[in-house]
């Protein structure tokens, strides 16, 4: 993938190909089976925690460049990859997994509880802001197709969303007590997978309201 500290497991719809570099496993989707439904971009990891002011300039470049790699420019690297094959799925979908840390407003809140971590937490902002710049891209261009063929546009051929599954009892929490099941943290994905009528605005922030037990926008 796109430095090499990433794998390719973000594909996650397609597990046998698992770790291979994305040349590899291109050609092989496109022979067996022409189009993708549904690219969730799952991959995450909690680095720089431990980051303080006092660290070399190097060190601070590293952690800020691995975490915007893997959650900002592997997930673009992804999504273009698997653009030609999602548009010709007929109602496709990219997801990109974010973080409560991602919501500015949120971080902003005062008395909210929730982590700081700078370099993380820019990192699932800026996946955030990618999320709705490749909505418009692909708005656009479904427009400027439809006018050039004399049509309406009906709107994206992708559909774009970015799912919060909250703080989970996983890896990445070292198994937090506190943290909900990993499959109340999948809810929202699952939502957002089977969303066929399009209940569910595209180029927002979703989650799952575990109160609600529904689904709720998240503040960017
Ligand atoms: N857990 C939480 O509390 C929480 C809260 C908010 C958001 N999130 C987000 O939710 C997503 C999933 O997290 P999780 O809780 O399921 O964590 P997890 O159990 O640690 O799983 C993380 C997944 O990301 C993969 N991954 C990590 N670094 C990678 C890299 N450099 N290249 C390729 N794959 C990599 C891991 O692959 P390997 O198994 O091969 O290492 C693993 O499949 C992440 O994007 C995370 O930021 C999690």
Do not use: C
């Not at 990192?123 to 309406?152: D, I, P, Y």
Request: no cysteine.
């Amino acid at each position: 993938m796109a430095g090499s500290t990433v794998r390719s497991s973000s594909a996650n719809l397609l597990p046998h190909a698992y770790s291979r570099p994305l040349p590899l496993f291109s050609p092989r989707v496109w022979l067996t089976r022409n189009y993708a439904t549904v690219l969730v971009n799952n991959a995450g990891f909690p680095g720089g925690r431990d980051l303080t002011e006092d660290a070399p300039a190097a060190k601070i470049r590293a952690v800020f460049g691995e975490l915007l790699n893997v959650h900002i420019t592997s997930v673009a690297v992804m999504t273009y990859a698997f653009l030609p094959l999602l548009r010709r799925a007929p109602a496709p979908r990219v997801i990109n997994v974010t973080s409560g840390l991602g919501s500015m407003t949120r971080v902003l809140t005062p008395g909210l509880r929730m982590g700081r971590f700078p370099p993380y937490g820019a990192s699932k902002v800026g996946m955030n802001g990618l999320t709705a710049h490749m909505q418009v891209v692909e708005t656009e261009r479904a427009a400027a197709e439809a006018a050039e063929e004399g049509k309406e546009s009906r709107g994206a051929r992708v559909r774009f969303f970015i799912s919060n599954p909250g703080v989970l009892k996983t890896a990445f929490t070292h198994f937090h007590p506190m943290g909900r099941a990993p499959q109340l943290g999948a809810k929202s994905i699952v939502e957002l997978i089977g969303d066929d009528e399009g209940k569910y605005d595209d180029h927002m922030q979703w989650e799952w309201d575990l109160e609600g037990d529904q689904m709720r926008k998240v503040p960017w």
